[in-house]
Every structure is written in structure tokens, then in C-alpha cells.
């Protein structure tokens, strides 16, 4: 059984003016650098630990106020996502208020209130008017003082956060960076992930215990942001936070990372619906306050900074490989890494490795050019200038200086010593911390395409999208016509499914889109050799398709629309019966691409390449040959969009095995169709599958 509905994305392209004329053989001279001063701030400390900043800004009557907790994620251990999902909780129900109530309140006075968690900190942010300033306060300290992490505030959150990790593992840039951690900090609790397992197992007490350790004032810091003065707001201050008490900061110690040993590949497989592969180049990087970072933050933007970087310049504009190639670096309290990373066409995997292993070098060995040298230095300067209209920026930064222990005029002089830099300073930090011989490579793509070539770097691992290690993919002891024949068999066999010349199957759907749930139903009636209708209803949303065998119309939100070129061709390629029975009528080249697990369960897997460039790939098992899984890729103007099918719930109808339960996950929401009833051969007419499109006046 094929796909049960359509996934439709349209690109949004705002038309671009430009106005005079302009030289593009030429690069413009890069101005002087912008004058950019970090502000003065007043610190002190309450008498129970609580340290204070104030950063004045009289420009509007604003204010904001930022929590910042000295312990963040890597206190998670095997509970991994608990400090994240303990902040959301924080502003879902205190003791003097719901969530909604709480939210209301926020939102009657304009004011921005959250919370937040990452590895090293965790945050409670508030924001307003000055005039609502008490009203501001009052909210944060009933979140800080008074939460109460309600059971079922903690049942929506893990679900939308077990939704969010089902997506994860259908991208493979969240696949990528995930492996990367795992790789670069092994032993260190900042290589932890969030799993299946870890937010399952949170409680409320777990939460609790965690609030009552951490969120005690000799952890944290407070920092204002706005049109106040510390005459003025210190008064305030002690009096929402002077009473807060609290026990002995956690000290908490944790295993340095192991060093990267050599060259290593570690290869995620996402099969053959992998038609491009994602690379990360990474290494060990540096902490947070470490004296190289400015000048690696200049050296870096040279490097993979974006549209003017080396390897955008290479990748994309040279080799034609990427959309784009960046660089960037990830450095914490504790310990820090280094990557490279790149989107790249599954031919090109190899090649584009190449090419960052060569602009690596070149960085090290040949000195930037002034005029490179310059543009970046006014580049960095620009954007560290557009940051400080931030509040919520400028108070994060102030905070960094005591997270990091970095010296106080840190971001005073941030500019200057930018500026300061020469082009034989940067190759000494490239020589110093970009990676070697001791280097990783994070591919995310189709191993069995890609794997015997990345071998040229270094010993592969291959990985799941669980990111376990997993065994090689076995070679297949049956051909491609051999498991189209098999799988035939097991459906049926070709006379039981030549007999059916039309289906009409009914059904309930769930759409889990994180947090939301929508139910409906389902309609397919399809008729060979070449129609399909399909009808999709949530109630608050509707969508039809029709295919007669020639044109493609589909009506969503009322609007009729008949679909052209590669839109109508891929429809009407789907809608064809019996697909499995006429792959050489159909152009379709059958591919057997070894044997590997699917959910558990070993499989042979058949892909089947299609005349239009796409794949559907089906998963069998190896004991029955029935299809338990499938992906396909669909190209779409933003990219390749791979779903994945899980199909169950078989039963004989009319002689063919048909699955009953099928669920469909991908960039979008999880869907879940029941099938209630499928009949045979009722004589359905054409007429069914057209659809009359008027034309516009």
C-alpha cells in the first residue's frame, strides 16, 4: 500500500529591487568599522548570595529582568530533558495561579515572561513596560517561589517533547549535531540526549527535587535591562528577591572529555531515502574563557562565517555541492568543540569532505589577505553592534562575564581587540585549535551508498536514528525480482490481485501534532489502471484529490485548484494500480538493497526508483514478505522531504492481505490511520475521480 495523502509545500519568493547601477564584477570596499561600546553596569549582592547587575537604557520605557541558575542540563543525568521540561513548567501553575490565569495576567499587560535550559544554565526571563514593572516582578517571583509543576501541565509537556524527538530522528541535521555531542564529549554529561526512555521516566517529585537543589540565590544572578537606575530599582529588588532563602549552591564535578584519537567516521543510515548526506566535521574545541576565543571567533567567520566564508565560497560557489557550507564554534563552562558542516548532494559526500579537510589546512598555512582580514573584522564589529538593541542580549551577556568567569571589560573591549587582530595572529589560533589528526566526520546519508568511501577517512561506525551502533546491512541472498515476487506471494499472489480492478477503503485518522490533536476521517477509492480520489477530514480542515488518469485537481479550503507539471506527474505516477504488478509497464527499476532491522524486526529492503527521480523503498519482513515499513522521498522546491510508513493490523480481504493500522511521520505531524472498512470491485464509475475546474475570468 502506497501513501495515504499528499504532503504539499509552496516557496514563498519576495521579489527583489534594485534600483541604480551597480558593478558586480567588483566586491565593495569594506567601510571603516563600526563604533561599538558595550555599556557601563553596576553590580552588587544581596546579602543571601543573589549577585545583581543593572545596565541603564533610558532610550524607551522599557525594562527587563533576567534569572540566570549557574547549573543548567548536564545535572540531568540519566533523566536527560529534565531541566528543560522543570522551566517550561515553572509559568504553567503556581500556587496563587493556573496557567491560564498566569498567561492571562502576562498578556493583559503586554509583558514577555518565560523560562529556559541549556547545558550550563537555566533562565526566567520577564519583560515590559517600566509601568508594569511590580506587576512584571510579582509574576516572576510567584513562577521562582511558588511552582507546583501540575501532573498534567508535565503530561502535555513530555508528550510535545516525545513529539519533538520523533521529528529529530527524521532530521538529519538535529541527527547530526546529537551524534556530534556523543562523539566530541563522550564521557561528559554535555553528550547526553534527550531519549524516549529519559522523559519517560521524569516524575513531578524528580522535578521538585531538582527546583528545591538548584533554584537557590547563591546559584544565580539578576540581571535589569532598562530605563531604570540602581537608586531606583535596588529598593525594588530587595524587596521581591532581599527574603528569597535557599541551601549551598551544587557543586557538581564531572569527567573531562576523552581526547579524539585519530581519524574517525561515524555514519548515521537513513537508507535509501537519504538523497543527500549531512556532514559535520567537528573536533575538540575550547571552554568559554579561554583567551583564543576572540581571535577564533575572527579566525572562524573567515572561515565558515557565512555567505563570504571559505567554504560557502568553495562548496557552493565552486563546486556546486551545497546550498551552503558554515563553520562554528560550541564553547561551554566545561569544555567546547569545533564543526564544519554541510548539506551535500549523496554523490558529492566524499568530495565535499575533501574540500573541508582542505580549507582546514589552508587556513593554517596561508595568511588571510587584508582585504579578507578587514571585511570580517567589520562584519563581526556590525553584527556585535545590531545585538545590543537587545535587552534580553545585553543582560545574557552581562551574566556570561560571571557564568564564565571572563574579565570584566570583556565585552567593553570586545571590538577593539577584534580590530586588533592580524591576519599572522588568526594562523596561530588555526595551527593552535582547528582540527588535524585528531578529527571526527559526522555523516548523516545512506550508508550503503556512502559508507566504502568515507572508509578513505578513517574506521566507520555506522549508527540508527536512535544513534546505536549498529551492525552492517547484509547483503541480500534474494535479487530484486526475486523479493518483488516474494512480496507479491505474501500479499497474495498476482491472480488474487489482478482480480481487484477498483478499492474504496474508509478509515479514522489522528493527526499528533505536538501538543494538538486532531481527528477525522479518511476516504480512498481507486480503480485501475490509473484513478484515485482521496478525501481528507479534520473538520476544521478539509482536502480532496483527484486523479482521472490525465489531470490532478485538489481542493483545500475551498480553493480548486488543478495541478501542473511535476505536481500533477507525481500524483498521477501514485495513483497507479497495482503498482507492484506493472513495474516494467510503469518504467519502475526494482533495487535490493540488503537486509537490516525495521523497528526490531529484520528485513529485506526493495527499493523501487521511479521514472520521475523519486524512491519508495519498502521494508519486508523476512518471515512473512509482507511490506511492515516503507519511506519515500519527495522533492519538493525547499529540498527532499522523506516520510517514513509503518504499516500493521494485516487481514485478508478478498484474497489480498491488507494493513489495517498505518502510521506516517516526517517533517510534519505524526499521522495515524485506522482503515474501518475496504471493499472490492462495486463497479465504482470515472466520473468519481474528476473534477471540473472553472476558469478564473
Request: proline share 5%; aromatic share 8%.
Amino acid at each position: 500500500m502506497k501513501t495515504l495523502y499528499i504532503v504539499l509545500i509552496s516557496l514563498l519568493l519576495a521579489p527583489v529591487f534594485v534600483q541604480g547601477q551597480v558593478d558586480r564584477t567588483r566586491q565593495p570596499e569594506p567601510g571603516p568599522p563600526p563604533k561599538a561600546a558595550f555599556p557601563d553596569f553596576y553590580e552588587t549582592k544581596l546579602d543571601n548570595g543573589l549577585k545583581v547587575f543593572v545596565v541603564e537604557n533610558h532610550e524607551e520605557p522599557l525594562v527587563t529582568f533576567r534569572i540566570l541558575f549557574k547549573t543548567g542540563a548536564e545535572y540531568d543525568g540519566e533523566q536527560s530533558g529534565l531541566a528543560d521540561i522543570m522551566c517550561t513548567l515553572l509559568t504553567k501553575g503556581t500556587r496563587n495561579r493556573s496557567a491560564l490565569e498566569f498567561a492571562k495576567e502576562a498578556d493583559f499587560i503586554g509583558a514577555n515572561i518565560g523560562a529556559g535550559a541549556s547545558d550550563d544554565k537555566m533562565f526566567l526571563t520577564g519583560s515590559g513596560l517600566k509601568k508594569h514593572m511590580d506587576k512584571i516582578l510579582d509574576l516572576m517571583t510567584d513562577a521562582l517561589y511558588n511552582p507546583v509543576f501540575p501532573e498534567d501541565e508535565l503530561e502535555k509537556t513530555r508528550k510535545r517533547e516525545l513529539s519533538g524527538l520523533a521529528m529529530q530522528k527524521k532530521n538529519p541535521s538535529a541527527l547530526a549535531g546529537k551524534l556530534k555531542g556523543m562523539v566530541v564529549y563522550n564521557r561528559h554529561p554535555y553528550a547526553l540526549n534527550p531519549t524516549e526512555t529519559s522523559l519517560k521516566s521524569i516524575t513531578r517529585d524528580d522535578i521538585l527535587s531538582r527546583y528545591r537543589a538548584h533554584f537557590v540565590p547563591g546559584n544565580a544572578s539578576l540581571a535589569v535591562v532598562g530605563d531604570v537606575t540602581p537608586e531606583e530599582i535596588m529598593p525594588v529588588i530587595k524587596r521581591y528577591f532581599g527574603t528569597w532563602k535557599g541551601g549551598t549552591p551544587p557543586a557538581g564535578t564531572f569527567p573531562e572529555p576523552e581526547p579524539l584519537k585519530g581519524k574517525t567516521v561515524h555514519l548515521v543510515d537513513r537508507g535509501p531515502s537519504a538523497v543527500q548526506s549531512t556532514i559535520m566535521v567537528t573536533g575538540m574545541g575550547m571552554k568559554r574563557n579561554n583567551p583564543d576565543y576572540q581571535a577564533f571567533t575572527l579566525m572562524n567567520s573567515i572561515l565558515g562565517g557565512g555567505f563570504s566564508g571559505r567554504l560557502f565560497q568553495n562548496l557552493r560557489e565552486k563546486h556546486g555541492f551545497t546550498y551552503g557550507a558554515y563553520s562554528y564554534m560550541d564553547a561551554r563552562k566545561m569544555a567546547g568543540s569545533w564543526s564544519a558542516s554541510a548539506d551535500v548532494r549523496r554523490a558529492a559526500t566524499d568530495s565535499a569532505v575533501t574540500q573541508f579537510l582542505y580549507e582546514i589546512e589552508r587556513m593554517k598555512n596561508e595568511p588571510v589577505s587584508e582585504e579578507e582580514l578587514n571585511m570580517h573584522k567589520q562584519y563581526i564589529s556590525g553584527q556585535f553592534l545590531l545585538s545590543m538593541e537587545s535587552a534580553n542580549t545585553t543582560a545574557s551577556r552581562v551574566q556570561q562575564i560571571d557564568l564564565y568567569g571572563l574579565p570584566k571589560d570583556y565585552y567593553k573591549t570586545f571590538v577593539q581587540k577584534i580590530n586588533a587582530m592580524s591576519a599572522e595572529q588568526l594562523r596561530e589560533t588555526a595551527r593552535k585549535w582547528l582540527p588535524d589528526k585528531n578529527i571526527a566526520f559526522v555523516v548523516v546519508g545512506d550508508a550503503a551508498k556512502i559508507k566504502d568511501k568515507l572508509e578513505a577517512f578513517g574506521p566507520v561506525t555506522v549508527y540508527d536514528t536512535d544513534l546505536r551502533p549498529v551492525k552492517e546491512t547484509a547483503p541480500s541472498d534474494l535479487t530484486a525480482g526475486q523479493l518483488v515476487e516474494k512480496m507479491i506471494e505474501a500479499t497474495g499472489g498476482r491472480k488474487a490481485m489482478e482480480a481487484i480492478t477498483d478499492r474504496t477503503m474508509t478509515g479514522d485518522v489522528t493527526i499528533d501534532m505536538g501538543g494538538r490533536t486532531f481527528k477525522g476521517s479518511m476516504l480512498e477509492i481507486s480503480k485501475a489502471p490509473n484513478k484515485q480520489y482521496r478525501m481528507l477530514d479534520l473538520g476544521v480542515m478539509k482536502q480532496e484529490t483527484y486523479v482521472d488518469g490525465e489531470r490532478a485537481v485538489q481542493i483545500m479550503g475551498g480553493n480548486v485548484q488543478e495541478l501542473q507539471g511535476k505536481q500533477r506527474d507525481d500524483l498521477l505516477l501514485e495513483a497507479q494500480f497495482n503498482e507492484i504488478l506493472r513495474l516494467d509497464e510503469l518504467k519502475i527499476k526494482p533495487e535490493a538493497r540488503g537486509r537490516k532491522e525495521f523497528k526490531g524486526t529484520d528485513c529485506y529492503v526493495l527499493t523501487l526508483n521511479k521514472p520521475n527521480g523519486s524512491t519508495f523503498t519498502y521494508y519486508l519482513d523476512a518471515n512473512t514478505f509482507l511490506p511492515i515499513g516503507a519511506e519515500s522521498v519527495m522533492e519538493t522546491q525547499r529540498g527532499p522531504i522523506t516520510q517514513e510508513m509503518e504499516m500493521s493490523d494485516y487481514r485478508k480481504v478478498d484474497g489480498v492481505m491488507m494493513p489495517h493500522k498505518i502510521t506516517l511521520s516526517g517533517v510534519g505531524p505524526q499521522i495515524k490511520f485506522v482503515i474501518t472498512s475496504i471493499e472490492h470491485n462495486t463497479g465504482v464509475k470515472d466520473d468519481v475521480f474528476v473534477k471540473e475546474v472553472k476558469a478564473k475570468k
